[in-house]
């Protein structure tokens, strides 16, 4: 069965960018189409985009476009999203998400999470 | 983008109870694109359901799921201690965005 692991938590300046990894093993990894969703403190699942990889497809909610990045390198097996423009708004747990076939759409599988703060 | 609205927000109930919470979208999920996730406090989201009444490995049959179109139900037959948790759903339609609502808390009453 699959598992995520996730980069370790962040804490950045209102203005910066971040960039969390989630690296997929025991499967194949261009068998799944990655999504990213995040939690703010107290809130609930929010879904911001996903990647399929085999394909180099991306899409992405409309809230996040345009300061949203995901991309994946095949060679590590690893998946990243990076939000730029970080406000105190964007303080939460992100968490990626996989089905085990890329024609799944659902979240079978996901990352432990990473909390990312960003305060002054 | 399709809009999931759960009710009730909060849901108070013993063990042994039965729980039915409820999700309302917008507009016609597709496929019956519909799944629940259970998610407790400090650890990822669940899957329970997925393609609105079908179980995810591992899941005990006291959850089902049932609906569609608009209105999607989870049902726990007989809760247990460990039942107690929030509870999300989440369309996945043929094409993105997805969306989940704003969740479901099931409290020890």
């Known amino acids: 069965q699959v598992q995520l692991v996730q980069s370790g938590a962040e804490v950045k300046d209102p203005g910066s960018s971040v960039k969390v990894s989630c690296k997929a093993s025991g499967g194949t990894f261009t068998s799944y189409t990655f999504s990213w969703v995040r939690q703010a403190p107290g809130q609930g699942l929010e879904w911001m985009g996903r990647?399929?990889?085999?394909?180099?497809?991306?899409n992405y909610t409309h809230k996040f476009q345009g300061r949203v990045t995901i991309t994946a390198d095949k060679s590590t097996s690893t998946v990243y999203m990076g939000l730029s423009s970080l406000r105190s708004e964007d303080t939460a747990v992100y968490y990626c998400a996989i089905g085990w076939a890329s024609t799944i759409r659902y979240f079978q599988s996901w990352g432990q999470g990473t909390l990312v703060s960003v305060s002054s | 983008e399709i809009v999931l609205t759960q009710s009730p927000g909060t849901l108070s109930l013993s063990p042994g109870d039965r729980a039915t919470l409820s999700c309302r979208a917008s507009q016609s999920v597709s496929e019956n694109s519909l799944g629940w996730y259970q998610q407790k406090p400090g650890q990822a989201p669940r899957l329970l359901i997925y393609g609105v009444s079908n179980r995810a490995t591992g899941i005990p049959d006291r959850f089902s799921g049932s609906g569609s179109g608009t209105d999607f139900t989870l049902t726990i037959s007989r809760l247990e201690p460990e039942d107690f948790a929030v509870y999300y759903c989440q369309q996945y339609g043929s094409s993105p965005p997805y969306s989940f609502g704003q969740g479901t808390k099931l409290e020890i009453k």
């Open positions: 990647i399929i990889p085999i394909l180099g497809i991306t």
